[in-house]
């Protein structure tokens, strides 16, 4: 008798963590192809005002190699 509830109580486990599983694996393929819109990286320059990362840097004040000038 005793045997009997422990087995149907690891069957019932076994249908629950089965149920979740597959839940959550319906959950993760709806929301991996779920249609969403990109934005596609153009040639354009940038509008005015906008703000971005890659920007060229500043031309340096001297030549790589030429010594510093000293302020005195």
Do not use: K, Y
Request: aromatic share 4%; glycine share 6%; proline share 11%.
């Amino acid at each position: 008798m005793e045997q009997e509830s422990r087995d149907r109580r690891h069957i019932r486990a076994a249908l629950v963590a089965c149920a979740a599983l597959s839940i959550f694996i319906v959950t993760a393929f709806v929301i991996a192809t779920e249609p969403r819109g990109f934005r596609v990286a153009g040639g354009d320059p940038p509008m005015a005002g906008a703000s971005s990362l890659a920007r060229p840097h500043q031309p340096l004040d001297r030549a790589p190699g030429e010594p510093l000038e000293a302020p005195l």
